[in-house]
């Protein structure tokens, strides 16, 4: 039995209402994502950013610091996933198509300190 198989006729998985809330680390709410549709942003208030973003492309490095001076470092060589989501009925995998197209995430991974 493949992990991909195609779920029986009348499977009512894509029925199943799935969001995904995206908040910021003052506990505010950032994004909402509804599976089944493209992203929208949720209504934010315009506030000054409380990190500072800068690139060293010598070492490709993405450097985040926060206003406490904590600092962390991401490859800017993000890795691409397949969005997969398991059919209640039968527990196989399906990636999950969005407008006909399948769902990709690109995550960069943290670099160790040096």
């Known amino acids: 039995m493949s992990m991909l198989e195609e779920e029986p006729a009348g499977s009512e998985s894509d029925d199943r209402p799935c969001?995904?809330?995206?908040?910021?680390?003052e506990n505010e709410l950032v994004a909402m994502w509804d599976l089944r549709r493209r992203p929208w942003p949720a209504e934010v208030t315009a506030a000054a950013?409380?990190?500072?973003?800068?690139?060293d492309r010598s070492r490709h490095v993405i450097r985040i610091t926060e206003q406490n001076g904590k600092t962390a470092e991401f490859d800017d060589r993000p890795e691409r996933f397949l969005?997969?989501?398991?059919?209640?009925?039968?527990?196989?995998?399906?990636?999950?198509?969005?407008?006909?197209?399948?769902?990709?995430?690109?995550?960069?991974?943290?670099?160790s300190p040096e």
């Open 19 to 25: 969001t995904i809330y995206t908040y910021s680390s």
């Open 49 to 55: 950013p409380s990190v500072e973003v800068s690139y």
């Open 83 to 111: 969005l997969m989501i398991r059919s209640p009925v039968t527990k196989a995998l399906k990636p999950v198509i969005d407008f006909g197209k399948p769902v990709y995430y690109y995550l960069a991974r943290e670099v």
